[in-house]
């Protein structure tokens, strides 16, 4: 005996639709009432900044008076101060630190990633810095580099320095000091990254790359450089707009000296702002830095194939 299946009324079935987009609805909302604070806060800290650092690029502002409207002066003024091009060619300087931090990060994460014994004290040594602040790394390193210092003293005990004056007093040496402690200081950061990339390469193409007799080396270049190939996207496209946007080491280690050596492009749009109070002008320098913090991270999609493992 075989029964036939009810059938629901037209009715009902448009109940259960009617119920269920109430409840997507529903969800819909709450979700949108918990990121309403965020929301909140990032058209107030960011989207609203940005909008208005953009509309000042046109004009001249001292904080004082209304804004009034110029045009492009502002970027012909810009255009036609050394100083500007001065902090710009230092900033684009800087960029080498880029992949030397990435080159060192990739072989610490490697090291790190291995299980061995107190692996975790290593990992989380080299991630200390991180979690410094760069007041404190700053001062360290300024006595570190300073007159008589102890990295002065190991430079002229190896031969590699003629005279004790100070690394971030020397116009030649000022930059280099800078971007070390750049380095020092990121390569934990890249290291976590990279380590948490690590972990979605495949340990099956590994060993099957080495069953057919691939060299370690080949196993690296062929299997887990390509399985980093997106983080490297991200690690290169963050350094890079990091680089370029220098500020923060510039400002507790070197103030811009010596003779302008360490002088950034975010340095002189800090001080058009701050000490000469030409808000138009500082504006007009931060846009200049994010145009070319664009065309950096498109290179950065150019050299790493748009961040495909598969490429």
């Given at each position: 005996?075989?029964?036939?299946?009810?059938?629901?009324s037209?009715?009902?079935?448009?109940?259960?639709?009617?119920?269920?987009?109430?409840?997507?609805?529903?969800?819909t909302?709450i979700?949108?009432?918990?990121?309403?604070?965020?929301l909140?806060?990032?058209?107030?800290?960011?989207?609203?900044?940005?909008?208005f650092?953009?509309?000042l690029?046109?004009?001249k502002?001292?904080?004082?008076?209304?804004?009034?409207?110029?045009?492009?002066?502002?970027?012909?003024?810009?255009?036609?101060?050394?100083?500007?091009?001065?902090?710009?060619?230092?900033?684009l300087?800087?960029?080498?630190?880029?992949?030397?931090i990435?080159?060192?990060?990739?072989?610490?994460?490697?090291?790190?990633n291995?299980?061995?014994?107190?692996?975790?004290?290593?990992?989380?040594?080299?991630?200390?810095?991180?979690?410094?602040?760069?007041a404190?790394?700053?001062?360290?390193?300024?006595?570190?580099?300073?007159?008589?210092?102890p990295?002065?003293?190991?430079?002229?005990?190896?031969?590699?320095?003629?005279?004790?004056?100070?690394?971030?007093?020397?116009?030649?040496?000022?930059l280099?000091?800078?971007m070390?402690?750049?380095?020092?200081?990121?390569?934990?950061?890249?290291?976590v990254?990279?380590?948490?990339?690590?972990?979605?390469?495949?340990?099956?193409?590994?060993?099957?790359?080495?069953?057919d007799?691939?060299?370690?080396?080949?196993?690296?270049?062929?299997?887990?450089?390509?399985?980093?190939?997106?983080?490297?996207?991200?690690?290169?496209?963050?350094?890079?707009?990091?680089?370029?946007?220098?500020?923060?080491?510039?400002v507790?280690?070197?103030?811009?000296?010596?003779?302008g050596?360490?002088?950034?492009?975010?340095?002189?749009?800090?001080?058009?702002?701050?000490?000469?109070?030409?808000?138009?002008?500082?504006?007009?320098?931060?846009?200049?830095?994010?145009?070319?913090s664009?065309?950096f991270?498109?290179?950065?999609?150019?050299?790493?194939?748009?961040?495909?493992?598969?490429?």
């Amino acid at each position: 005996m075989t029964s036939t299946p009810t059938r629901r009324s037209r009715r009902a079935e448009h109940r259960q639709g009617s119920a269920g987009a109430r409840r997507t609805l529903g969800n819909t909302l709450i979700a949108y009432a918990f990121m309403t604070p965020f929301l909140i806060l990032l058209v107030m800290f960011h989207t609203w900044p940005v909008l208005f650092g953009s509309f000042l690029a046109f004009n001249k502002y001292n904080i004082i008076s209304p804004p009034q409207w110029v045009g492009l002066d502002n970027f012909r003024e810009l255009f036609s101060d050394e100083q500007f091009w001065s902090g710009l060619r230092n900033s684009l300087k800087y960029i080498l630190v880029v992949p030397v931090i990435q080159v060192l990060s990739i072989l610490v994460a490697l090291l790190v990633n291995r299980p061995m014994k107190g692996i975790g004290f290593f990992r989380t040594a080299y991630y200390v810095p991180v979690v410094t602040s760069f007041a404190v790394v700053g001062l360290i390193w300024s006595w570190m580099y300073q007159q008589g210092g102890p990295v002065n003293t190991v430079l002229r005990t190896l031969g590699l320095a003629s005279d004790d004056r100070s690394l971030l007093n020397n116009p030649a040496t000022a930059l280099l000091a800078v971007m070390f402690v750049t380095l020092w200081k990121g390569i934990g950061y890249y290291m976590v990254l990279y380590l948490a990339g690590l972990q979605n390469v495949s340990q099956e193409l590994d060993d099957a790359a080495t069953i057919d007799g691939a060299t370690r080396w080949q196993v690296f270049w062929n299997v887990t450089i390509p399985g980093l190939r997106p983080t490297i996207l991200v690690c290169s496209l963050l350094s890079t707009i990091s680089a370029i946007k220098v500020f923060e080491e510039i400002v507790v280690m070197t103030q811009g000296g010596p003779a302008g050596s360490t002088y950034s492009v975010l340095f002189y749009s800090y001080s058009r702002a701050f000490q000469d109070f030409k808000y138009g002008l500082a504006a007009s320098a931060s846009i200049i830095v994010a145009l070319i913090s664009i065309v950096f991270g498109l290179i950065n999609f150019r050299l790493t194939r748009g961040g495909r493992s598969d490429a």
